[in-house]
């Protein structure tokens, strides 16, 4: 389900496979200082045990997206990952540094929105620090119906995606 958007460069959407790993481990030294820390939550983590992590594709709800651009450089990944209730999942994304606010996040949030969908989640939730604009806005302006609560300096933020016949506002190729 490859989506492509133009904006302001050639965006390929694909998923994530395990012999992605090199690639995921490539994207996450790019992501650095505020970003990594918007993401992580800390500034010291493992990229190797991450990127391992996010290869992984052994739940059909363990959904990964890869951001491509012209010459197959990983700008961004997101990714969805179970949670104890079979029906919801946690979102995450990661965007390299220099590609923000280009389209690549909302490109893959609704690339991940449909395919969760297909998988039978019914809602995906994120634990956002306040200082992550890009994330906040990304939700903010998706359209989906979205509760948020904070909770311990962290707000949490709850999509409902109800039924796979309901989509959302606009389609990857739409993406801002």
Known sequence: MPASIDRPTRL????????????????????????????????????DRVARMEARCDDPRRIGVLALGPDDEVLGHGMCVPLDDE??????????????????????LFDLVARAREAGVRQLVAEVLPGNRDMIDLLRDSGLPIEQRLEDGVSHYEVALGSPAVNGPSAPGNAT
């Open 12 to 47: 390929r959407l694909r998923p994530v496979t395990p012999d992605d790993e090199p690639l995921l481990r490539e994207l996450l030294g790019h992501v650095t200082g505020d970003s990594r820390w918007s993401r992580f939550f800390t500034g010291g983590v493992d990229l």
């Open 87 to 108: 029906t919801r999942c946690e979102i995450a994304f990661e965007v390299a540094d220099g590609h923000h606010r280009q389209g690549i996040g909302t490109a893959m």
